[in-house]
């Protein structure tokens, strides 16, 4: 019955990609005379788009608040020379970003308001050349109107050099109308919350719990994860929102102790 939940949770977060061009009308300008350190593609994947700051969960360090995109991406770092001054580049990404038509803002942040950038380096974007002090970082997340994202950040490495990393997120098209809103620790229940209490709208919100066995088995962990959120939950949220129990019969990409909550509507 489980596998059958599990291969439900497909039919909804998963499309069949075909190959994506990455030909947009909305471009981030690379800094004059920065050079390209790597530049890799992601193809068919689940990735993360960070919509807060990071911060310390119970298993590691997660942005506050995350959206999960099935697509296909293209991760550049770019460095650029230690003479020249961070807030010139600073200020050139700001105003680069402002200039684009059509360009909706999800989230920035500059300097500690951001969280650790040890963090966001090694935890998150998975790339310790970008780690630098707290108080130099920035970071940009958007969005166009075709659905395509950007993530852009940067720093200043100890060594000096000024480090950039533009991410650009192309997401599968998904014709079952199911919007993915978070991805959050199922441990974190005051989270969970403000998440909730954040939201418009309840109607359609679906949340599937993903658990792994510790004494108990893998299906009674996601089942109390649920009853400890519902706890928490009003009368009308209660009504409103439905979860589902994976345990660990899903895909492994959802990842473990997770509530993934979307939207659907049809």
Known sequence: MFRVIGAMMSSLLLTSASTVLFAQ??????????????????????????????????????????????????QTLYKIGRNVPMETVEQFYQEAIQNLSDVEMLFTCQSRSCG????????????????????????????????????????????????????????????????????????DVPRIRRFLSDLETLDGLVAFVTSEADNRSAIRVGDAYIEEIRRTLNPSELSSIRFINLANMGDSTYGSHRVIFVRDSN
Do not use: C
């Open 25 to 74: 009308d909305t471009e981030i300008p690379v800094y004059r005379g920065a050079n390209i350190v790597k530049s890799k593609p992601v193809e068919k994947s689940y990735i993360e788009i960070p919509l807060a700051k990071i911060y310390r969960s119970g298993r590691g360090w997660e942005p506050e608040k995350i959206e999960l995109v099935e697509g296909t991406a293209v």
């Open 116 to 187: 650790s950038s040890n963090a966001w380096a090694n935890n998150f974007f998975n790339d310790y050349l970008l780690y630098g002090s707290d108080s130099s970082q920035s970071l940009w997340v958007l969005r166009d109107q075709s659905m395509h994202y950007w993530v852009v950040y940067l720093n200043r490495r100890g060594a000096g050099d000024i480090m950039v990393r533009i991410d650009e997120v192309v997401p599968s098209g998904n014709d079952l109308g199911i919007n993915i809103l978070a991805q959050l620790n199922a441990t």
